[in-house]
Nanobody
Framework: QVRLVESGGGLVQSGGSLRLSCVAS????????MGWFRQAPGKERESVAA????????NYADSVKGRFTISRDDAKNTVSLQMNSLKPEDTAVYYC????????????????WGQGTQVTVSS
């Protein structure tokens, strides 16, 4: 499995921005789909964004389209999530995840997970 370590979470005011980063290690990283998931209190884990191995294919949850941007830098073994115009409903623990498939958005296909980083947005 790919080992993943997230960073960049914190407390921000509504309308502010945060950039989450995930550092990965493991074989065939460049072939993996990378994704960001989140889980808010009382809610199930949901997919936020995903980026395919080519970096040209992305997918976003409707709730974050136009506000969040996922990117990857395979040379540095990193994937990032730029979050702008944050809202209180974005408050959640955010997880970085990796899938062996070159492109997928199915949660069950992601088999490597980071420890999570807390994002809290105040009104």
């Amino acid at each position: 499995q790919v080992r993943l370590v997230e960073s960049g979470g914190g407390l921000v005011q509504s309308g502010g921005s945060l950039r989450l980063s995930c550092v990965a290690s493991g074989r065939t990283f460049s072939d993996y789909t990378m994704g960001w998931f989140r889980q808010a209190p009382g809610k199930e884990r949901e997919s936020v964004a995903a980026i395919g191995w080519s970096g040209a294919v992305t997918n976003y949850a409707d709730s974050v389209k136009g506000r969040f941007t996922i990117s990857r830098d395979d040379a540095k073994n990193t994937v990032s999530l730029q979050m702008n115009s944050l809202k209180p409903e974005d408050t959640a623990v955010y997880y970085c995840a990796a899938s062996r498939y070159r492109w997928t958005v199915k949660s069950a296909d992601f088999t490597s997970w980071g420890q999570g980083t807390q994002v809290t947005v105040s009104s």
